[in-house]
Every structure is written in C-alpha cells, then in structure tokens.
C-alpha cells in the first residue's frame, strides 16, 4: 500500500539487473524449454537483442493432461547452462511447493503463474523465501484480489514480488485473454510493487505482440515478459503467440522510444 511504502520497489533479479525504477526490464524466452540447443540458442539471440532476463518453462500448467508437461528437472539445468552462457538471470514457473527447496537453489526468479494466483498455500511458501517472485495476474481475478495474493507473499516477509498483468477472460474470444492495460496504471497508484507485461498470453496472437508491447510501455509498465521461440511453428507449447529471436530484435529496437516519451 502507498500509504506504508510511498517508493516504488526496485527488485534486483540478477547482478546489476533490476525490475523497477528508471529503467524497462524485458524477459524473454520460450514458453517451454525443449532442448539445451533451443534454451541456449535463444538466450543467445535474446540477449544479444538486449533482453535482461530469459524466461522458460519446466514444468507447465496444461490444460489437457495429454499435452507436453515441460521437461521437470532436466529443464532446470537445460536454464542453468542457459544462464552459465549468457549471464541472463532466469525466470521458470513453480507449481508446486515440492520443487521449492530446488528453485530456491537454482532459480533466479519463481514464476507464480495465473492458475495458481490464489494457491494461497504455495504463495505462504514463497512468502518464506527471499526469492524474487513474479505474480500473473489470475485468469480471472480482479486488481484487489491479485494484490491481496501479492500480500500474502509480502506477509510472509519476502519483499521481493514483481506484477504481472498477462490478460483477463472475457466474453471476447478473438484474443486469447483481454489484455488489461489500464490494471498496470491502477496497480502503480495503489501499490509500490514493479509491473510488467506479458502480451504473449494475453493476445495469444504473435503479430499483435510488438504493438501491445509497445502499448505497455506507453501505459507505464516496467518492463515485457514475451515469448520468442527460434521455430514458433513446430514449438511444444504456444507456438501461435511466439515470435522469432528477429522480432523480438525489432521490438527492443523501438521500445526505447516510446519509454523516453513516458
Ligand atoms: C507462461 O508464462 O508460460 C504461462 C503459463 O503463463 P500464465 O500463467 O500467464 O498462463
Ligand atoms: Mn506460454
């Protein structure tokens, strides 16, 4: 709450990278990680575009249970040699607290994804860490209920939470969520926590991520989480909404800009 915490927070997530303040984070990656090659050649392309953070997912939170669950544990050191290559911090998802004591030690920052928004059970958990957690907004939830989970990670005494606003379900089904952009002015008012924006799962739509990135920005995010994937087509999840490691190079070349006019 403002009144307690008039500044905003500032989040360091690696050595000398941070989300918050004057400066756009941009975290990028694939949906899922599928080889150390993929992993690898992409955190390569993403920093060389001037990403600060690479995201990828381990263990994925699916709607069909026959669909690619992520790769687990092998997917976590496929991130960490990700990592070792390129010096980008990484970003992956819990969705469980069984695998906390392994991000704790592997992790730089834990992804709390939409579908387990209100697990007030594993938000109790990270609360205990000192771990940087990225909270997605819940699929379906308001501005007050996402913050009230964010307390709950605050409360816990972990003051390191970063927002995530990644789309809302509406009746409109064009996009794959509808993304909230005006949530991102409403969070800054009300709270102190940094915000960023993950266009990818909000549009689900690769052509539309560049000019909702940009909208982000112009709406005063403090930062992007976009998927890029080297092979969107024959990507295991989310490929429609992924776009190449050269995209992902022209949207960094224009978000500078509209970032200096905001
Ligand atoms: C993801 O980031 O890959 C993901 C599953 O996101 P969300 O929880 O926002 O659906
Ligand atoms: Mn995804």
């Given at each position: ?8 927070s ?5 050595p ?6 004057q400066k756009?984070?941009?975290?990028a ?17 993403v920093?060389?575009?001037g990403?600060?953070?690479l995201?990828?997912?381990a263990?994925k939170?699916r ?12 997917g976590?050191?496929f991130?960490?040699?990700a ?7 990484i970003?992956t998802?819990?969705m ?10 592997c992790?730089?920052?834990i ?13 109790k ?6 771990k940087?957690i990225l909270l ?11 913050i009230?989970s964010a ?13 995530c606003?990644?789309?809302i379900?509406?009746f409109?089904t ?16 009300m ?23 940009l ?9 992007l989480?976009?998927e ?14 992924s776009?190449?490691p ?10 500078g ?6």
């Open positions: 709450n403002r009144k307690f915490h008039p500044d905003d500032v989040i360091e997530i690696g000398g990278v941070r989300v918050g303040g756009l984070a941009v975290i990656g694939p949906c899922s990680v599928e080889s150390q090659e993929q992993i690898t050649g992409v955190a390569r392309d920093k060389t575009a990403a600060s953070a995201r990828g997912g263990y939170p709607t069909s249970p026959y669909a690619f669950q992520g790769m687990g544990t092998k976590i050191d991130l960490m040699e990592r070792e290559a390129t010096g980008l911090p970003v998802e819990l469980s607290a069984d695998q906390l004591p392994l991000f704790e030690e992790v730089d920052v992804q709390i994804g939409a579908r387990n928004m209100q697990n007030f059970d594993l938000l958990k990270v609360g205990r860490t000192s940087p997605k907004r819940g699929l379906s939830s308001t501005i007050e209920e996402w009230m307390e709950y990670i605050l409360a816990g005494g972990n003051p390191n939470v970063i927002l606003e990644r789309g379900r509406t409109e064009y996009t794959r969520n509808t993304l909230d952009l005006s949530a991102v002015l409403a969070v800054k008012q709270c102190h926590l940094p915000v960023v924006v993950d266009p990818s799962h909000a549009c689900g739509k690769a052509w539309m991520v560049e000019r909702m990135s909208a982000a920005i112009a709406a005063g995010a403090d930062g989480i976009v890029v994937h080297n092979d969107p087509k024959n990507a295991l999840c989310d490929g429609a909404q776009i190449t050269a995209q992902f190079g022209d949207l960094m070349g224009k978000v800009t509209i970032a200096a006019c905001v």
